[in-house]
């Protein structure tokens, strides 16, 4: 069993699948040369290893232990209280010669609950426990030990998801001089929805953390934002249209097309953007100073859309009138935005937008 595990971590390779940093986790610094005696377990004790999450044996003056020299003892010693061992990862993570183990252990298969980083001296000892950096509830559900940029440099990977797929994200661990570092994290906390990766999207050799940001609007835009992996260096910004044309359709009608502005208008906000299309809309001779936030409610944007009551209020020959608010916002229900449009050259475009609070 251990030679398959041992195979199992070894072949490990990158991959383009899958900011605050936490305190690095102090050294271990007992190696395992010789059985530990242990003394009874005092109410103390007790509740340090529940709160610890560890056998009572494996913790001694605040290092952890074990009281046997072979790998296969070892990981049973410091095994926590009903967990597995689900993977086992071999790699010399500090480039010093010596190969690391990254043991990962949890309740159910799939499922990683805790990880402890091992080597190999005199006998076996952790090194430190990952700290899991994301606050929101998740599930670890693997790892990987990766190469992220040119350099021999090794770092651990854990992925998350949530309990019902709807998010993914990862965390990016480093061992630096008996330390595990908390590099970075990426975990779409705000929502709980969304796609979190590590990718060398440049393809350059270098990974970048990346953040996918699907809508459900009139274009399906999809907003990709990313930047070196460590977060280092600058944001970019790439902008995808999901539609079944893969590029900008101008709408026919004119309520898509207050949808629509209306949408972009957010986007841009948000995502400090530049959206062309947006220009095509309007025959404007100057984008409106007003904010709409004061009459729209954009929150639905990341999750179902932007709900929109559009009313037509006027239709003459080739202009027509309408008037929009925002059916989630009760509050907001005698304020409203005043859309007039004109068809020219085939095309319907907005003409004016107006501020109405006495309606």
Known sequence: MLIALLLNGCSEKSTNEKQQAV???????????QKVETEPESAAQ??????????????RNGNYVADSNTLDQFIKEIQPPNEQLQKMLREDLDLDGKPEYVLAFGLEKGVIDNVFVVREDAGYHIIGKLEDPIIVAHLNTDMKIMKLDQTEQKFIVVYSTSEVDEAEGFSIFALDHNRINSLNYNYPEATGQGIRKLEDINKDGVYEDVS?????????????TYHKFDSTGPEKT???????????????????????YLEDYYLMNRFLIHLPEMAEFTALSASPKNHFEDIIDFSAMDYTGLDLNIKEIANEANQRIFLVRSNSSEEKKDKGLVFTLEKQSGKWKIMSIEMNDKL
């Open 23 to 33: 305190a690095p986790t102090k050294p271990s610094t007992q190696v395992i040369g």
């Open 238 to 260: 790439k902008v995808l249209y999901e539609n079944k044309n893969k590029k900008f359709v101008y709408p026919t009608v004119p309520k898509d097309i207050i949808q629509n």
């Open 46 to 59: 007790k509740q340090d290893r529940i709160s610890n999450n560890v056998n009572p044996k494996n913790k």
């Open 212 to 224: 996918y940001y699907r809508f459900q609007d009139t274009q399906q835009h999809t907003i990709i």
